[in-house]
């Protein structure tokens, strides 16, 4: 069914037409101005603070986070992470440049291939987009470089996210999406799906008994990259912007990912 046929059936049932001219330039005009609602006071606070109550709030719903100071040190703390949670060291990987720049060599023991996820993948590594420190939440937009399986399949999902993408509110994350996404002929921003991740999967619908990995990974680790300078107290960096692809604007100078067998074919988000 069509955008229009759906309308136009909401429109029937609520026994009116289209909205009169006034109304529908009051709705986009509030539409184009993104009016904020209320923000929590507790993510106003200087920016390592911020970075402290988004790694607090990970931890607090179950996820694990380790920090690196430089790119180059992911592939080690993907594999020291695997051998703490004595799990083999093969992965599926976000076929996303930033990942496919690492070092892996470095680390020959693990094996990886970038591609979107298969239900027999034990373990995906993803691309962290963006991040909520107020509630310690992941923002993961589907695309061709950051598939959505990635985020379900898989009984254990890492994340590597930059200390740089992480933001206090969630109308800063919005905000991100729609300065990186806009397309220039619809005007739209928004991709097939926008997960919204905090903790690992988990549900306690059974006699309110917590079931980790109810309906997605069991486990969540994000490394968490230290890509920015001292930023003025309150307020972050600009975070670096990505293209409408997913890759990033200035991404790293590219190197063949090594370590495991890559796919060329580009996954479907």
Request: net charge neutral; charged share 25%; no cysteine.
């Amino acid at each position: 069914m069509t955008k229009d046929a759906i309308l136009g059936a909401i429109r029937r049932g609520l026994k009116r037409g289209p909205l009169p001219a006034d109304q529908r330039a009051m709705l986009d005009g509030r539409l184009a101005t993104h009016p904020r609602h209320l923000i929590p006071a507790r993510s106003r606070v200087p920016r390592p603070e911020q970075l402290a109550l988004f790694v607090r709030n990970v931890e607090k719903e179950f996820g694990t986070v380790a920090r690196v100071t430089d790119a180059a040190e992911i592939p080690a703390a993907i594999a020291d992470y695997l051998a703490q949670q004595n799990l083999e060291p093969r992965f599926v990987l976000a076929p996303h440049p930033d990942l496919a720049a690492l070092p892996w060599s470095d680390r020959p023991l693990l094996r990886f291939e970038a591609r979107r996820a298969d239900p027999s993948d034990a373990v995906s590594v993803q691309h962290g987009y963006a991040a909520i420190a107020e509630t310690g939440t992941l923002m993961l937009p589907s695309d061709a470089t950051r598939p959505t399986t990635l985020n379900l399949l898989a009984e254990t999902e890492i994340v590597v996210l930059r200390a740089s993408r992480v933001v206090g509110a969630y109308e800063e994350a919005w905000d991100i999406l729609r300065r990186e996404r806009t397309d220039t002929t619809t005007g739209g921003f928004m991709p097939r799906n926008v997960m919204l991740v905090t903790g690992p999967s988990r549900s306690a619908d059974i006699e309110q008994t917590l079931e980790l990995g109810a309906h997605g990974p069991r486990r969540l680790h994000i490394v968490l990259l230290d890509d920015e300078a001292q930023a003025p107290e309150g307020s972050p960096p600009e975070a670096p912007a990505e293209t409408h692809d997913g890759a990033a604007a200035k991404p790293a100078r590219p190197r063949r990912a090594r370590g495991g067998a890559g796919s060329t074919t580009p996954p479907e988000a």
